[in-house]
């Protein structure tokens, strides 16, 4: 298991000992998929682990398949988009009103994590970081604005472990390795609710 220090947990309201099989659903991009399986066989018998996932899409792309999620009745949520937005050069206000959106409908969710964004990106000799940083930013100020959300801090753990190479060489999807520290982080983060 990765250390939790590998993870910002803000204060969660006490939702009291989950039980076996609580659900869970995982809710985002690519990355969502990615990790999906490690997750699983992470979680055992502890959670129930939904997954939702479409590689490739905005946070404002997914909006209406959020309200679907949400729908479901989840225990907790974990959410994991925006690298997208940074990707097409989505305005960061613009992809956190949505998210802020997005979050909203996730309300009545006793624990909702969202991940932040990897700010190692780098295609074609372009740089993201600016970029993503920018809607970091932004997602630790929802988070921190939401009593039943904290955050997953998937760039500090890329940031801490990237001379071992655990990102893909398109810098933005984990390999097997890092896969397995972002599955960590998701459990660990689980785990405090």
């Not at 590998?6 to 099989?21: D, F, I, K, N, Y």
């Not at 372009?126 to 801090?153: C, K, S």
């Not at 984990?174 to 660990?188: C, Q, T």
Request: hydrophobic letters at 45%; charged letters at 20%; proline letters at 3%.
């Amino acid at each position: 298991m990765a250390a939790l220090g590998a993870v910002a947990l803000a204060p969660l309201p006490s939702c009291g000992l989950l039980g076996s099989g609580d659900s869970v659903a995982l809710f985002g991009d690519s990355l969502t998929l990615l990790v999906a399986d490690a997750v699983k066989a992470g979680a055992d018998d502890e959670f129930s682990i939904n997954v939702s996932g479409t590689w490739g899409l905005r946070v404002d792309e997914l909006l209406d398949q959020a309200a679907e999620v949400s729908n479901s009745d989840p225990s907790q949520v974990v959410i994991n988009l925006g690298t997208n937005n940074v990707l097409q050069h989505h305005d960061a206000v613009a992809s956190a009103q949505d998210l802020a959106s997005m979050l909203d409908q996730f309300a009545d969710v006793p624990c909702v994590h969202v991940v932040t964004l990897n700010e190692h990106i780098n295609r074609l000799g372009e740089d993201f970081a600016p970029d993503a940083a920018a809607l970091n930013a932004q997602i630790r100020e929802l988070a921190g604005r939401q009593l039943n959300t904290n955050v997953i801090d998937w760039n500090a753990i890329v940031t801490e472990h990237l001379a071992e190479g655990i990102i893909s060489e398109d810098t933005v999807h984990p390999n097997s390795k890092g896969v397995e520290l972002l599955a960590d982080a998701y459990l660990d983060a689980l785990r405090t609710c």
